[in-house]
């Protein structure tokens, strides 16, 4: 009688060479945590290794990350080639490049007593943000405010 290996049908988590067939020359892979709500979201990890320890260790991955098989899933998934000579990614909060409505700023303005307002978001945020101050001043004045 044979016993079957389940490794066999999984490739080692510990094998950073799988799949290098796939890269293109002179690139590496690169797996960043996608999961919003985990500390480390954001993060990039060049060692398949390290990221799969990393989806066994977060508490935020533990409903999805339960077995090699799904874990392995996960990393496919989210991994994406890279030059190794390349700066990180940008930081988590740092939308697409791109579109410049999408981009993520510390932004600041007067109102109309010329207090300086700060935040951060997207432009459109900051717009919103303004047309929230301005209704609370014209609920307050009882008539139109300019900032």
């Known amino acids: 009688m044979t016993t ?11 094998d950073d060479e799988v799949d290098d067939s796939d890269i293109p020359p002179g690139h590496i892979w690169a797996y ?16 398949r290794s390290n ?14 990350a339960t077995t090699p098989a799904a ?3 996960i990393e496919l998934a989210w991994r994406y080639a890279t030059d190794p000579y390349l700066p990180p990614r940008a930081a988590p909060g740092f939308r ?18 010329d207090k300086v307002i700060t935040g951060t978001g997207t432009l459109k945020e900051m717009e919103i943000h303004k047309a929230a101050l301005r209704r609370q ?7 139109p405010v300019h900032f």
């Open 137 to 143: 001043a014209e609920e307050k004045e009882g008539g």
């Open 32 to 47: 960043p945590c996608k999961l919003h709500s985990c500390p480390d979201y954001g993060k990039s990890w060049q060692l």
């Open 51 to 64: 990221f799969l320890a990393h989806l066994q260790d977060r508490e935020a991955h533990i409903p999805t």
């Open 71 to 73: 874990r392995r899933s």
């Open 96 to 113: 697409s490049r791109e579109d410049p409505d999408e981009q993520v700023w510390d932004y600041g303005f007067k109102d109309d007593t």
């Open 4 to 14: 079957s290996n389940p490794s066999s049908l999984t490739p080692s988590e510990f």
